[in-house]
């Protein structure tokens, strides 16, 4: 199941079209995505909101707000208050933004799990599992 819509801008080949970013309704504990913004501080969310809405407006972007993480992955990038680095995982499918994870990062590389949890709802929208 995917709740939440917002419309923006996606820019494929230098041309804009309109696109639908949708918010996964699932995560690794049980809580959609849309859940774990909404139980960060507002500031928080602004930032990270702001980071989402740089990327969905400017496609294709690059660093240091964007990174590639191989096979369609993308990881979103933002840095709170206190040195606190947030990464938001999303895909590309069918035209719109598919936001699949949001989490604290910890440590300097990407946990393989958050990584893997990731590409398996990415699997799951590509195979038609989850609408």
Do not use: N
């Amino acid at each position: 199941m995917i709740v939440g819509t917002s419309i923006g801008t996606v820019r494929h080949g230098g041309q804009p079209e309109t696109a639908a970013r949708r918010v996964l309704a699932i995560s690794r504990r049980g809580r959609a995505v849309r859940e774990w913004l909404q139980s960060l501080e507002k500031d928080d969310r602004y930032e990270i909101g702001t980071a989402i809405k740089t990327v969905e407006l400017g496609w294709p972007v690059g660093m240091p707000a964007c990174r590639p993480m191989g096979s369609g992955l993308w990881e979103i990038r933002a840095t709170l208050a206190q040195g606190r680095i947030v990464r938001v995982l999303f895909c590309v499918h069918q035209g719109q933004m598919i936001l699949l994870h949001g989490f604290m990062k910890k440590t300097q590389k990407t946990p393989k799990h958050d990584l893997d949890l990731a590409r398996d709802r990415k699997r799951q929208i590509e195979s038609g599992g989850i609408r």
